[in-house]
């Protein structure tokens, strides 16, 4: 009979001070969705997550949704990270820090399937920036890179 390890149990103190001594953007992002402390959002250089995860971390009900969506960044910087990213799916993303902000529009495209969505748009982003890119251009490849796997039924739920 095999056992599965334990799981390993990692304190939001122990991340913060990791973050803290690491060299290079930090980039956070919710998957699975938990609350995280404030002293763990200010450890981050972007947080990344969707319109209802910051909807989610900012306490608003799920049905709100700012007519502004750009607020959604906005309003996540002010919980600590230096900059925050909000995917808008089909609209696209939107993207603030305490210099600039902007929503990124999605081009028009054929949806076969949402799977890896944000994981392609994740990685074309931290790709750009780790690259030198600014945060606007990091953005764009991300959002078109999320348009390009929507299109294909490449990635299977499992």
């Excluded at 001070?17 to 450890?43: H, V, Y």
Aim: proline share 6%; charged share 10%.
């Amino acid at each position: 009979m095999t056992t599965s390890p334990a799981p390993i149990i990692t304190t939001a103190r122990t991340i913060t001070a990791t973050l803290l001594a690491a060299s290079g953007m930090k980039i956070g992002t919710l998957a699975p969705l938990r609350p995280l402390p404030a002293c763990l959002l200010g450890a981050l250089d972007l947080l990344v997550v969707n319109a209802a995860e910051a909807k989610t971390m900012l306490g608003l009900p799920f049905a709100e949704c700012p007519a502004d969506r750009l607020q959604l960044a906005c309003d996540l910087v002010q919980l600590g990270p230096v900059a925050a990213v909000v995917t808008l799916g089909a609209d696209g993303a939107a993207y603030a820090n305490q210099h600039a902000s902007a929503v990124v529009p999605a081009r028009r495209t054929v949806v076969n399937d949402t799977t890896g969505a944000g994981d392609a748009f994740l990685g074309a982003l931290a790709l750009t920036l780790a690259g030198g890119g600014c945060l606007d251009d990091a953005v764009g490849a991300g959002v078109l890179a999320g348009c390009d796997a929507v299109q294909v039924n490449a990635t299977t739920a499992r």
